[in-house]
């Protein structure tokens, strides 16, 4: 069995090298291992390869690893015989890279501050995976933690928790009133005037996409997992992908 990645990171490495060491691994003729998100324009992405290549190049008894592939192709592959494995639907794998992202976030956050996180209000902008578990690490290093949500019951649902938290949008004329701001949402949530008024707050971009004003400063980090920790990335992404290819097939 070989292994072939066009995921051009440790990530992929790690994923490859623990992928071709499984004995369950020794069935599948070859595993090909795609980036993180898989395709862009038609192509894998960062390549200038076709993703119909692969489709090309592949069959019975091969496997194929991606994330948030084109279901004509996942189809197209599955005809053929080969086993799919999409890490965009695997909800322990996306736990997991929810999880890396949010410990990188906040590693990037306290060793370039000058106060200790009880000294800091942060605003989390959306409360799903990485929200979620932002939130909680940050509560549990005693910082005031407000969420900003466009969702009437999760604003109810985290003051029963003891969460501050406040509905999107803002009235016209509020200030967040929050030090640093996180963003976790795909999306634009806030109006250029709501986040002026604050002086001097940090804005920390996590989503992917543009959801900030083009005149609004933001720090922008994607794909923090591959980036800070790829060796537990990789690791999350072998553990999913043997899970479903090695497992009985993904479902």
Same mark, same amino acid.
């Given at each position: 069995m070989?292994v072939?990645?066009? $995921?051009n990171?440790?990530? =992929?490495?790690v994923?490859?090298?623990?992928?071709g %060491?499984a004995?369950?691994a020794?069935?599948?003729?070859?595993?090909i291992?795609l980036p993180i998100?898989?395709? %862009?324009?038609?192509?894998?992405r960062?390549?200038?390869?076709?993703?119909s290549?692969?489709?090309?190049?592949?069959?019975?008894?091969?496997?194929?690893?991606?994330?948030?592939?084109?279901?004509p192709?996942?189809? =197209?592959?599955?005809e /053929?015989?080969?086993?799919?494995?999409?890490?965009?639907?695997?909800?322990?794998f996306?736990?997991?890279?929810?999880?890396?992202?949010? $410990?990188?976030?906040?590693?990037?956050?306290?060793?370039?501050?000058?106060?200790?996180?009880r000294?800091?209000e942060? =605003?989390i %902008?959306?409360y799903g995976?990485?929200g979620?578990?932002?939130?909680?690490?940050?509560?549990?290093l005693?910082?005031?933690?407000?969420v900003f949500?466009?969702?009437?019951?999760? /604003?109810?649902?985290?003051? $029963?928790?003891?969460?501050?938290?406040?509905?999107?949008?803002?009235?016209?004329?509020?200030?967040?009133?929050?030090d640093?701001?996180?963003?976790?949402a795909?999306?634009?949530?806030?109006?250029?005037?709501?986040l002026?008024?604050?002086?001097g707050?940090?804005?920390? $971009?996590?989503?992917?996409?543009?959801n900030?004003?083009e005149?609004?400063?933001v720090?922008?980090?994607?794909?923090l997992?591959a980036?800070?920790?790829?060796?537990?990335?990789?690791?999350?992404?072998?553990? %999913?992908?043997?899970r479903?290819l090695?497992?009985?097939?993904?479902?």
């Amino acid at each position: 069995m070989t292994v072939t990645t066009y $995921e051009n990171s440790e990530r =992929g490495r790690v994923c490859a090298e623990l992928l071709g %060491a499984a004995p369950e691994a020794a069935r599948l003729r070859e595993v090909i291992i795609l980036p993180i998100p898989s395709v %862009a324009g038609g192509k894998i992405r960062g390549t200038d390869i076709p993703i119909s290549r692969i489709s090309d190049g592949v069959g019975e008894g091969d496997a194929v690893v991606g994330y948030s592939l084109p279901p004509p192709f996942t189809e =197209g592959l599955r005809e /053929r015989g080969v086993l799919v494995f999409d890490a965009a639907l695997d909800g322990e794998f996306l736990y997991e890279n929810a999880a890396l992202t949010a $410990e990188a976030a906040l590693g990037i956050i306290l060793s370039s501050e000058r106060r200790a996180p009880r000294d800091i209000e942060f =605003g989390i %902008a959306g409360y799903g995976r990485i929200g979620r578990q932002l939130v909680n690490m940050l509560l549990f290093l005693g910082a005031r933690v407000r969420v900003f949500t466009t969702s009437e019951r999760r /604003r109810l649902e985290l003051g $029963e928790a003891g969460i501050s938290a406040e509905l999107l949008p803002l009235a016209e004329g509020a200030s967040l009133g929050v030090d640093i701001l996180i963003n976790t949402a795909p999306a634009t949530l806030f109006s250029p005037e709501s986040l002026t008024r604050d002086g001097g707050m940090r804005i920390i $971009e996590l989503a992917s996409g543009d959801n900030f004003d083009e005149k609004i400063k933001v720090e922008k980090y994607p794909a923090l997992p591959a980036r800070v920790f790829p060796e537990s990335a990789g690791r999350a992404l072998y553990r %999913a992908a043997s899970r479903a290819l090695l497992g009985g097939g993904y479902e």
